[in-house]
Every structure is written in C-alpha cells, then in structure tokens.
C-alpha cells in the first residue's frame, strides 16, 4: 500500500509530494519497520507515473527479497534545474556545465545540505511519528545526482544514514567538493555502504570514462577511511531506471543482510 501527502519545505519555501510505501503486513498489526528514504519518487513505484516510462519498481524488489520494511519516496523537483540544486549542496562549476549545455551564468546546485537537513529535522520526525517505524535504522538511496545527494547525506549524519545505496553516482557534478567532504567526515557509525557505476552510463557529454574514474576515486576513499562497504563497476549498464530496477534486489540484501 502506498500512501501520499504534501510536505512543506519551510527553508526552500515549496511543497514537495512525499509517497510512502507500507509493507503488506503493516495493516493490523504492532510490527514496526526500519525505513528507508529514496528520491526521485515519481520514478520508484509505478512506470504509469515514471519520468521515461520504467519505474524501479520498488514493491516488486522487496517481494523478491523477502524484507519488510517502509520506503519513503521524495518527488523530485522537475522544474528547470530545480533537482539538480537540490540534489548538490555545491554549485556546479562553469566546466561541468558546459559539458550539460548549460549557460555558464546559470546557477546550479547549493541547495543539497537545506535539502537533507529537511529530510533528517522535518520529514523523518514526521514518519517516525505518523508511522510504526524503529526510528535507529533508516538508510538512504538514490541514482545519479541522488547518488550524490545520498552520499553526502551519510557524510553528514551518518550516525542517522547508517546504511546507504548509492547508484551510477554522478559525483563529477562536484567531484573535489564531494571527495573533500567524505574525506574529512567521521563514517565509523556507518554500518553498510553500497556504490556503483555502470561501464555504459552517459549523461550529456559525460560518459562511461567519466563515470568509471569518479567511481574509483571515490571507491579509494571509503578504502581509506574503512567503510564497510561493497562497490561494483556493472558490466554494459547504463544510465535509466531499466538499469536500477535490475540491481535493486541484490542491493537490498546486501543493505539489510544480517552478516
């Protein structure tokens, strides 16, 4: 069952559609769930109401994998570069943008941290009152930029993202930003991370190249700082839902496996 409301995001001063997913056995009983937080819901659950027509397919996942738990989807804002700012605490640099075709005296991101700091001081108190949640285990996941935003999400709470997914990272969005600011967090609370990168993804004049180098480098530095983590360079994928939906189920085992 899925139900949706509005969500007032006070700071950015708009309103944002939240679609919260209720496992089949939430009904009528005591459980509660650990909770999982996504962007990009209009992408997650339905391919009727999905941006290119496949969702990820969310339900479907969950019932492969057996698990229980209650996944909160956050519409993203499709107006002009509206996700692309929330989805960067940094501004875009004018070399990034010219490689998206985008006007130099446009600005593009800066709003990522007012955008998490909604997400952990507003939305999750919310659920976590409204619903049967264990308010200790809430991971996060998202694709792309929202690989990205979940990126920096863990970095900078990640005693409240403990475990977190983080698909075909478009991390050269804001490359050294995003490095420095891992580098220098403390992610010894962070129980389960999960990147990757398909060797096919492309996103305007950035390809496979780029996706696979930024990937790596990152994939050094959670070496480094002794993250638990797993990352994968998938063979021949690409940059869509289709993509995801396929190594969702896998992910989610290895997110809430046990050992």
């Given amino acids: 069952m899925i139900e949706s409301f509005t969500c007032e995001m006070t700071q950015l001063k708009r309103e944002r559609k939240i679609s919260v997913y209720l496992p089949d056995d939430y009904q009528g009983g005591d459980r509660h769930y650990p909770v999982l937080y996504m962007h990009d819901a209009q992408n997650l659950f339905s391919d009727e109401e999905s941006f290119f027509g ?18 909160v989807g956050i519409d993203c804002n499709p107006e002009g570069h509206k996700r692309s700012d929330e989805y960067s605490p940094w501004e875009m640099k004018d070399d990034i943008k010219k490689g998206l075709d985008i006007e130099p005296s446009v600005k593009v991101g800066g709003e ?10 507003k939305l999750k108190p919310l659920i976590d009152e409204k619903y049967r949640t264990i308010p200790a285990e809430t991971a996060i996941a998202g694709s792309s930029a929202g690989g990205l935003i979940s990126t920096y999400a863990m970095s900078h709470y990640p005693s409240v993202f403990r475990r977190v997914a983080a698909l075909s990272n478009a991390y050269w969005f804001c490359q050294e930003d995003i490095e420095t600011f891992v580098r220098e967090s403390d992610l010894s609370a962070v129980e389960r991370f999960y990147f990757d990168t398909g060797t096919d993804e492309w996103t305007g004049h950035f390809g496979p190249e ?4 930024v990937n790596e480098s990152m994939r050094k530095i959670i070496e480094e700082k002794g993250v638990p983590h797993q990352f994968q360079l998938v063979e021949g994928a690409v940059h869509n839902e289709g993509a995801w939906k396929k190594r969702l189920p896998d992910i989610l085992k290895y997110l809430y496996s046990s050992s």
């Fill in 112 to 121: 990522g941290k007012t955008y998490v700091d909604f997400i952990v001081h």
């Fill in 210 to 213: 780029v996706y696979v180098k």
């Fill in 54 to 71: 496949t969702s990820w397919d969310v339900q479907g996942a969950l019932k492969k994998t057996g698990l229980s738990l209650i996944v």
